[in-house]
């Protein structure tokens, strides 16, 4: 069986920190710049804008620079730049035979993130696998934020 999803929409991201290996909402008065520079919390450390969106099929996304990070600029999986995540995609009610499928990067699995002075940016994500089912996810995501 073969298929794809297509899911689109905008969304605002509030800045988050890296604080013991997990995305926190940054504290008042930590601005889009701020964010960002990953001032605050981050040991190079970058969390991006988690993304979840709602109806059929809905889809969970999460990312985080886990190392590396010293401020606006691109970093790739592909050059050497430490990304990681995940994403969830549910279809239908779970309890009522719709299921939900799981995808992991790979080790073939590029993901680029480019964060703007501004706190805004983008991720492509190329072949995310899952060890649910023979799919493969890739996207991208654009984002601006607002503190």
């Not at 889009?32 to 970058?46: P, V, W």
């Not at 009522?96 to 002075?117: C, E, K, W």
């Amino acid at each position: 069986m073969t298929g794809a999803y297509s899911v689109s929409g905008a969304f605002t991201a509030r800045p988050e920190i890296v604080l013991g290996g997990s995305a926190t909402p940054a504290p008042a008065g930590y601005s889009c710049a701020d964010y960002a520079a990953g001032r605050l919390g981050s040991n190079g450390e970058f969390a991006l804008p988690e993304v979840e969106t709602h109806g059929d099929p809905s889809v969970y996304v999460h990312l985080t620079v886990t190392a590396g990070y010293t401020g606006a600029g691109t970093y790739d999986s592909s050059t050497g730049h430490n990304v990681t995540g995940g994403a969830v995609v549910t279809e239908g009610n779970t309890s009522n035979g719709g299921f939900l499928d799981a995808f992991r990067a790979a080790s073939d699995t590029t993901i680029s993130v480019t964060v703007h002075p501004d706190g805004s940016g983008v991720v492509n994500a190329l072949n995310w696998y899952s060890s649910d089912s023979d799919s493969e996810l890739s996207g991208v995501i654009t984002w601006t934020c607002s503190p």
